[in-house]
């Protein structure tokens, strides 16, 4: 469909058909694959399950010490974020609070599209250095070790 679509816009003299409709091919595919990696996964219930015993608890009371654990945890990384400085901030704010994709945050920015990816990088890279454990507090992963916390933090 998309080729027949966009048959005027093929030109002979830079290659042959099949080149053209395989890079047709290849780019919806890439575009299709983009957007399934994004979607939540989706699970089937079993025949005896409904919906509400799928879905967490949200009562208050459900689980009062996961909500204090969870909003600790939340507090943590924001005043960690604080500390990362501000390019590096606003960036992922914009990437993890806003949901930007990285040409928009570097539309928002002003920067290249590079830049949004070093600023980033260096600031998942500086606020797991800022939520690195102090002697004396407790960790993110209690447990693990150093070095996977430190994974489990670029991950954010």
Request: aromatic share 6%; hydrophobic share 35%; charged share 25%.
């Amino acid at each position: 469909m998309r080729a027949y679509a966009h048959l005027q816009t093929f030109n002979p003299t830079l290659g042959k058909f099949s080149t053209w409709l395989y890079q047709i091919a290849r780019n919806t595919t890439r575009t299709y694959m983009a957007k399934e990696s994004r979607r939540p996964p989706q699970e089937d219930l079993y025949e005896d399950e409904t919906l509400e015993q799928r879905l967490p608890e949200t009562r208050r009371d459900a689980a009062p010490e996961s909500a204090i654990l969870a909003a600790d945890e939340q507090r943590a990384v924001r005043e960690a974020l604080r500390r990362v400085p501000e390019k590096m901030r606003t960036a992922l704010a914009l990437r993890y609070f806003k949901h930007m994709d990285y040409q928009e945050i570097a539309d928002t920015m002003v920067v290249s599209l590079g830049n949004v990816k070093t600023l980033i990088h260096r600031g998942k890279a500086a606020l797991a250095q800022e939520l690195t454990p102090q002697p004396g507090l407790q960790p993110l992963a209690a447990g693990a070790s150093p070095e996977v916390q430190q994974r489990e933090l670029l991950c954010l």
